[in-house]
């Protein structure tokens, strides 16, 4: 029997079979792609929010506006661990009713922002505890979660064929790479301003993409 009879025998034709399959990936496409702008926003938000209050935090920071370490400090731990927990759990409820290869990529895509970010959070601890200078932990903090965000993005370029990720995760791994050169403060403030608002306009990128689709 021929691809034709097999076609025939379920009742479609060559063109229908080829526009069923065309309508199918594009609903995996979209489907996918409704993850990155909330991967974007959260951590744009919470890079743009958070920097800039440790930053206004830091003792002898320029700030025109004060803020008490005691408080940006949970602040900005509860940014990034949302961030972290609300993108494994868009990566795993994204692929809910999907079976197979596409199912255990994007779950396993999901968790490794919290499991990565868990981790950076606990090596800071440790380098705290072997008494690293609170600049230096400024500095590592700071360009570790810029350079895990890059290595998630270019791991979801990889999944999704994303030029626009590509180009977010040049700009974070550049500035994990850049802003340390500027101390602390300066590379709060520096990464703020590079990753914060790199991250949301990829959000708006990615949210006009999606409604073309």
Do not use: C, H
Not at 2 to 28: K, W
Not at 59 to 66: H, K, L, Q, T
Not at 85 to 101: C, D, E, L, M, Q
Not at 123 to 141: C, K, N
């Amino acid at each position: 029997m021929t691809e034709n009879d097999d076609l025939e025998s379920d009742g479609l034709t060559p063109e229908q079979s080829l526009a069923l399959i065309q309508g199918e990936t594009r609903s995996m496409k979209r489907l996918f792609g409704v993850q990155v702008p909330v991967y974007y926003f959260v951590w744009g938000g919470a890079w743009l929010v958070g920097y800039l209050l440790l930053w206004a935090a830091w003792p002898g920071s320029p700030s025109p506006v004060a803020v008490p370490l005691a408080v940006a400090a949970p602040v900005f731990a509860a940014l990034i661990l949302g961030a972290a927990v609300a993108s494994a759990v868009v990566g795993v409820r994204s692929n809910r009713g999907i079976k197979g290869t596409s199912d255990f990529v994007g779950t396993v895509y999901g968790i490794s922002w919290a499991l990565l970010g868990g981790a950076v959070g606990t090596i800071g601890y440790a380098l705290i505890r072997a008494g690293s200078s609170d600049a230096a932990v400024a500095i590592y903090y700071t360009s570790a979660y810029a350079l895990l965000v890059g290595a998630m993005y270019l791991a979801g370029t990889m999944l999704w064929r994303s030029v626009d990720q590509l180009v977010i995760a040049i700009v974070m791994i550049v500035a994990a790479a850049v802003t340390g050169f500027f101390g602390a403060p300066g590379n709060m403030l520096a990464m703020a301003l590079i990753a914060g608002p790199a991250l949301l306009l990829g959000g708006v990128i990615a949210l006009a993409r999606l409604r073309r689709m």
